[in-house]
């Protein structure tokens, strides 16, 4: 049994099962995580996740500062949106990473793809939002002057006003900028050679919540499954993503025929494990795995067009930055 089908029925197996009802909690973070009608890529993972595995969920946001206190005191069964930054997580169960962060720094200026580790950067003034920045791992950084900020938008504020050269934030996060740069004719961001740190989201349920383990074996199993036939790819509004989905230790690109074009750069993949690509890559569209890139790109919709007619698709469905054009157009001035 290949290993898509194989998750595939594990997951058939799990959702005939209803586990408890389980309230969990997130703090707000742009494009990620919101409850007021904004792009919310974790709410939509994480939701749609737990109902394939046969868990009732409800998610709340709330502020940070009061998100630790509602889970040590039961007043929520655990996180959806957990970022292991070095801090002391003691009490809880932890799902496999559903979604992993890179975290890079950006620039206006192309020196900043000269950066490869955190000393790079001695000396600078930085932008980063204090859910990074009061963190254990970002405390133990020296000599950076750090901006901090309470926001996404204020992160990038501090870049746009020049009153910070470097910005440290997350890939996603930078691409949607950039693309909210790119959609007003604007010259797009650098960023560093690599990232400077890796993390990423997690379900972390407290133990003492009944089936609390079942419920995080059956969410990793869903997981596997949206990630290899193309529905993260929709949720994410991603063209490519790279993961290994037949343990031969090398990563493979998937992608949906909803998304995926045939203009989608294979390097633009975003990672979600740390394999590396090889010429033994297979590619698989909506769940059908194909040997070559040109099989896959024969799958695709677009591949049928003539080529003028692609270009001119192309140019009409570029896509909206999940950043919200009308709140960021103030910094767009600016640039």
């Known amino acids: 049994m290949s290993a898509l089908s194989h998750a595939n029925a594990q997951l058939a197996e799990q959702s005939d099962k209803k586990l408890n009802t389980v309230t969990l909690a997130a703090a707000p973070f742009e494009t990620y995580v919101n409850d007021d009608g904004e792009p919310a890529r974790i709410n ?12 009732d969920a409800n ?11 509602a889970v040590r005191a039961g007043r929520v069964d655990g996180e959806y ?46 932008a980063i939002e204090n859910r990074f920045a009061n963190t254990p791992n970002f405390r133990l950084i020296k000599d950076i002057k750090w901006s901090r900020n309470p926001s996404t938008f204020d992160a990038f504020r501090q870049l746009a006003d020049d009153r ?42 407290r133990d003492d919540v009944p089936d609390a383990q079942a419920m995080i074996n059956n969410f990793n199993n869903a997981v596997a499954t949206m990630q290899q036939n193309g529905q993260y790819n929709k949720l994410l509004q991603i ?10 230790g090398i990563a493979d690109y998937i992608g949906h ?17 740390s394999t590396p690509v090889s010429d033994d890559s297979v590619f ?52």
């Open 44 to 55: 939509d993972l994480v939701s749609i996740a737990l109902a394939q595995s046969g868990t």
């Open 81 to 126: 949106a957990f970022i292991d930054m070095g801090q002391q997580k003691e009490g809880v169960i932890t799902s496999n990473v559903f979604l992993p962060v890179y975290l890079y720094a950006a620039s206006k200026d192309a020196d900043v793809e000269q950066i490869k580790i955190f000393q790079h950067l001695k000396n600078n003034r930085v």
């Open 59 to 69: 998610l709340k946001v709330m502020r940070q500062a009061f998100l630790g206190s």
């Open 284 to 335: 698989v569209i909506d769940g059908t795995i194909f040997t070559s890139k040109a099989e896959a790109l024969n799958a695709l919709p677009n591949i049928r067009e003539n080529s003028i007619k692609v270009k001119k698709s192309n140019l009409m469905n570029t896509r909206a930055s999940l950043l919200d054009a009308t709140t960021y157009e103030t910094l767009l001035r600016r640039w």
């Open 257 to 273: 025929s909803d998304i995926t074009r045939a203009s989608s750069l294979l390097k633009t993949a975003y990672n979600l494990d």
């Open 239 to 248: 063209g490519w993503l790279r993961k290994d989905i037949n343990q031969d």
């Open 164 to 205: 910070a050269p470097y910005l440290i934030t997350s890939e996603l996060l930078i691409r949607e900028f950039n693309t909210l740069l790119a959609n007003d004719s604007e010259e797009t961001l650098h960023y560093s050679a690599k990232p400077l740190m890796k993390s990423g989201f997690q379900l972390a349920i």
